[in-house]
């Protein structure tokens, strides 16, 4: 069976995420371009032993998907050179705000594209990452875009209308939880430990909690086993109420809806 080639244009942190996933997949051939930056290009092919390039219009035409890991305002010009070259090449962006419909206008018609949205967890292979298709993309360019992503961490299929509302909560609220974590770790070190191990310990602890998130349990059910009436836990989620947490967060979300508006 031929490889399936794909292209990378942008070689920064989000498309290393993406090759330190797939670059030891036997069936696929990587290559790697970008704005110029030459010592980094060097550093990706000696890192993940891919093949680099400067001028990655001539990758187009054997490619299987190009993806676009570069940022949103970079787009339009690569976009208008890729007009004349792609055919059923599979065009996919993971810059945020350039969705299915923004490709689809501004390639040939029946250009097979997709929007996909991982987060920054997926550099340890942990991401949660979002991603729609346009109408000409075939079973095997969903395929391709699966391992790329399963490479990652896990993946859920939805609309591109859903990766605009559910940006905030898969892309944004890694940092809400990591700004809890930094009030914990402050609370922990103030017991006399040192600061590795307040960390480790918060990490563990949120870790965790993740994993029984991941069983069929629901969180008020969660809640419930941690927090007995009238206990310690029940005394900390009080003050959670007496500053309307739960508005609080749909507040955080609106905000960040109405940022990404603009
Ligand atoms: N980082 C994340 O966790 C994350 C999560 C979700 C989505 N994203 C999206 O992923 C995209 C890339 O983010 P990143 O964090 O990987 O950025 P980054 O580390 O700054 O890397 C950007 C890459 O784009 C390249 N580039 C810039 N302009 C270009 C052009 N005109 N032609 C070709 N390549 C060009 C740069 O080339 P040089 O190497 O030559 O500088 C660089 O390799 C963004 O759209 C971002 O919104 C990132």
């Known amino acids: ?19 330190a996933g797939m670059y030891q997949l036997n069936d696929l051939e990587i290559t790697v371009s970008n704005n110029g930056n030459r010592k980094r290009l060097e550093k990706v092919s000696q890192t993940y032993h ?19 890991a570069m940022p949103p305002e970079v787009h339009d010009p690569v976009l208008q050179k890729l007009q004349s070259l792609v055919g059923q090449q599979c065009i996919v962006t993971v810059a945020a705000g350039i969705d299915v419909d923004y490709l689809q206008s501004k390639l040939p018609p029946q250009t097979p594209v997709a929007w996909v949205m991982p987060n920054t967890a997926a550099s340890k292979g942990e991401s949660i990452s979002l991603y729609a298709i346009g109408s000409a993309v075939n ?39 990591y700004r809890m974590a930094q009030q914990l770790i402050a609370g922990a070190k103030d017991t006399g430990i040192t600061e590795v191990q307040a960390q480790k310990m918060v990490a563990q602890m949120i870790k965790g909690s993740a994993v029984m998130l991941q069983t069929d349990e629901t969180p008020i ?21 007496q500053y309307q947490f ?17």
């Open 1 to 19: 069976m031929s490889k399936s080639k794909i292209v990378f244009i942008g070689a920064g942190r989000m498309a290393q995420a993406l090759i």
């Open 50 to 68: 891919v093949k680099i390039t400067d001028r990655w219009e001539d990758e187009v035409e054997d490619a299987s998907m190009i993806v676009l």
């Open 139 to 177: 079973t095997d360019h969903e395929q391709l875009l699966q391992t790329m992503l399963a490479s990652v961490g896990e993946f859920e299929k939805v609309t591109q209308q859903q990766i605009h509302q559910l940006t905030p909560i898969t892309g944004s609220a890694p940092a809400f939880i």
């Open 221 to 241: 059910s969660l809640i419930d086993q941690v927090a007995s009436p009238g206990g310690v836990t029940a005394a900390g989620l009080e003050v959670f109420d």
């Open 246 to 262: 739960d508005q609080m967060m749909i507040d955080v979300l609106q905000a960040c809806y109405d940022r990404a508006e603009k």
